[in-house]
């Protein structure tokens, strides 16, 4: 419980990205949703220059009769024709929210693999107990969803607009994944035909199950693999700054292009991952 109350401190020094009600049934408390990715880990990001004279390039927003315009002067407004606007304010749209809609519902519990990654659109974050009036509540769901190993699937209205979310238990915490609805996702079969071969069993297809047998890890640890792209990036920015000569990297040698059949036969010979030098290999992948 420490170690929780102590995740959720460090959470609170964060802006909040939602604030709302977690629901399911008649239990209900105040949440808070925080971003869950870490913006000192995420990517390098440029600036545009003028390259003559190496200034930033600006985007400003600028009115067509009065000019520049600062952020607290722009209201947002709706075209109903062409060149005229009906102006609707933030606190207009917040009222058209029914209670319902400031809450995180959950409508089922599943078991962690019933949700397929596909529909996972890639944002993150962590929930945190609104007030001391949500903390008890809080613990409570999350221990009993952590003790049954149930995930909550539900809605809730997002940056503007319904979203689907997937709620699970994470070390005494409770995570939100945002989902994409079914409609949003292409079939397999609308983008990639199947793959067409007469002898599609057999030995090449024994050989591949005994590949990915001896590559199997039950113990595999995902905090193994680093962003090797922006270390090194990191380093040329660091260099350049210093005015130090960059040295590029070796080139490695392309792979032998063989068959199928002894491609599958080599492979198994050689040494799983896991045995050996399997967190450097991994770390010399993501490069």
């Not at 903390?135 to 190993?149: I, L, N, Q």
């Not at 909550?152 to 209205?157: A, C, S, T």
């Not at 002898?199 to 591949?208: E, F, N, P, T």
């Amino acid at each position: 419980m420490a170690k929780h109350k102590k995740k959720l401190k460090r959470l609170g020094k964060q802006r909040a990205s939602w604030k709302g009600n977690l629901s399911f049934g008649l239990v209900s408390f105040p949440v808070q949703a925080f971003n869950a990715l870490n913006p000192e880990q995420s990517d390098i990001h440029f600036h545009q220059l003028h390259a003559p004279c190496h200034k930033r390039i600006h985007y400003e927003k600028v009115c067509p009769i009065h000019g520049r315009v600062s952020n607290d002067e722009i209201v947002s407004g709706y075209e109903y024709a062409k060149g005229k606007y009906v102006e609707v304010e933030p606190e207009e749209l917040d009222a058209l929210r029914t209670e319902t809609e400031r809450s995180l519902t959950i409508d089922a519990f599943v078991e962690p693999d019933t949700i397929d990654p596909i529909y996972f659109d890639g944002r993150m974050y962590y929930l945190a107990p609104d007030g001391p009036v949500a903390e008890e509540p809080y613990a409570v769901v999350t221990e009993a969803m952590e003790r049954e190993g149930r995930y909550g699937v539900g809605q809730v209205v997002f940056s503007g607009k319904d979203q689907l979310a997937l709620v699970r238990p994470d070390n005494g915490v409770l995570h939100m994944a945002m989902l994409n609805y079914e409609a949003e996702i292409r079939k397999p079969r609308d983008v990639v035909a199947a793959a067409k071969h007469e002898h599609i069993g057999g030995r090449k297809v024994q050989l591949a199950q005994t590949l990915i047998r001896s590559w199997f890890q039950s113990d595999f640890d995902f905090g193994a693999y680093e962003d090797r792209y922006r270390e090194k990036l990191q380093e040329l920015i660091e260099a350049k700054i210093e005015g130090r000569e960059i040295v590029a990297p070796e080139e490695q040698e392309k792979p032998e292009v063989i068959n199928l059949m002894d491609a599958l036969k080599k492979s198994i010979s050689r040494e799983s991952p896991h045995r050996a030098h399997g967190h450097d290999r991994r770390k010399r992948r993501t490069a």
